[in-house]
């Protein structure tokens, strides 16, 4: 689409333009730069997004001597009013950033010039990307379950370092067998009728909790719908289904690639809520993936009781926005920062967020009635 000089060459494409040899560089560039093998970071990510969000583009980057040969860099990117951009699929995607080769001389400024952006904005900034990470406002991190050495040795380390979690959740397990049926798991169920359950149980408990009802929004649903038939080795929907006498109780979907499972939309049946369905199918999760080669579960940016109970350790994340000096930008800060600033205000004070979410929680029963 636009081809601007610089020290660089770098032509600004939509995902859809983006052809299968700029593709495949991309994955190579992802192999090289050390990362994880998060799945948000692929590009059939990047192209599932830009079919559900017209203003989703890309930045392919070429030596400035060499305009036709390799990409040395791809930027995903969507764009807004004013020149503000954000990350691609911002809202959803658990990782995101630039993926460049290694030494690559190109500054965040001319990048965003580049793509005619004024400003871009982020919430999960993945580790490492030098580009960005030095105008985060925030650093958060991601709860991660490491599988490498196998369940077992997983399994080992849960007994450790949650000893009265593990216990109390297999007995639940072995009680939901004896009291409701036979107890069945699926790692990677392909039936619809599964996927549909497990958006409405997610519906409800947005809507229960008093948060935004992601599944609301159309493409957010049409995004999740078209990655759960996307089978490629970098980024596959995996739907994870637990049943109980044939009757599904918890469920996931989430992105994996050979090595990550990156866990994303989990829910389960209230009615159920006594046995911790949830917990059991991470469990059951976490073991099926160990046997698939897959070497890290990312349980995403977020606190939470359950993501304590089983992580092994934690990646790093951050939230902030790079901008280019301008009155576009200046304006794009004066309407984001300060709301970013409350909610990290509240984030940071326990007793504020535990009021919060209680006043989120009565917001979410006025709205059931």
Known sequence: MNDVRSAARIRVVTPGELNESEAEAWRALRVTSG????PFMEPEFTRAVGRVRPGARIAVVREAGDPRGEPIGFFPYETGPL???R????????AQGAVFRSGLRLSAPELLRACALS?????NLEAGQGLFVPDAAEEFESPVIDVGEGYEAYETVLRARSPKFFRTTTAKERKLGRQAGEVRFVFDERDPAALRTLMEWKSAQYRRTGRRDRFAQDWISALVRQLATTRTPGCSGVLSVLYVAGRPVAA?????SRT???CWFP???????????GLILHLRMAEAAAAEGIRMLDLGRGTAEYKDALKTGALRVYEGSSARPGARAALYWLSREPSRRAHSFVRSRPRLAGYAQRTLNRVGRLRDK
Do not use: T
């Open 35 to 38: 990362a994880p093998a998060n």
């Open 83 to 85: 020149g503000r951009g």
């Open 87 to 94: 990350a691609i699929g911002l809202g959803v995607s658990d």
């Open 119 to 123: 400003a871009w904005e982020f919430d």
């Open 252 to 256: 996931h979907f989430g992105l994996r």
């Open 260 to 262: 990550v499972l990156s």
């Open 267 to 277: 829910a389960y049946d209230p009615e159920f809520a006594k046995y911790s369905p």
